[in-house]
């Protein structure tokens, strides 16, 4: 699917910085733009990720000082299926085995495969409870 290219203004927004910055990028050759038959700056989709997930990159890591999710299960990796878009991710966490559904990118990112000692972090809205027989 094609995607329009965006204003400059709209590729600012997305990417927290001014459209003066945008200016600049473009310039510099940071960034690569195009324009509209009426003049406008334009900055293609894909150019637009590619800076984004650059930008990313080389963001600062946060170290995170507290959480508000209480279920914390520490636990090892024992299996990885990822196909196109989607990941599934089984986690023994003591006699729990825990399955997350998340995204591929981010098991890539992650890095994550069996034998990964991993925390299981539990914020659910529902909480179902059966009784047994």
């Known amino acids: ?24 990028w473009a310039a ?19 150019e637009l990720r590619r800076l984004v997930g650059a930008r990313r990159k080389t963001a600062p890591q946060r170290t995170i000082v507290a959480q508000s999710a209480r279920n914390r299960f520490p636990g090892v990796v024992t299996r990885v299926e990822v ?10 966490a003591g006699p729990h085995r825990l399955v997350s559904l998340l995204t591929a990118e981010a098991v890539r990112e992650l890095g994550l ?14 909480v179902m409870i059966d009784l047994p027989s």
């Open 113 to 126: 495969e069996p034998g990964m000692q991993v925390i299981a972090v539990v914020k659910a809205t529902n």
């Open 1 to 24: 699917m094609h995607q329009p290219p965006l204003r400059i203004g709209q590729a600012a927004e997305i990417l927290g910085v001014s459209v003066d910055t945008i200016r600049r």
């Open 28 to 46: 510099e050759g940071t960034i690569k733009t195009t324009r509209s038959d009426g003049g406008q700056r334009l900055v293609g989709a894909a």
């Open 83 to 92: 196909d196109r878009v989607a990941a599934l991710v089984e986690v023994q």
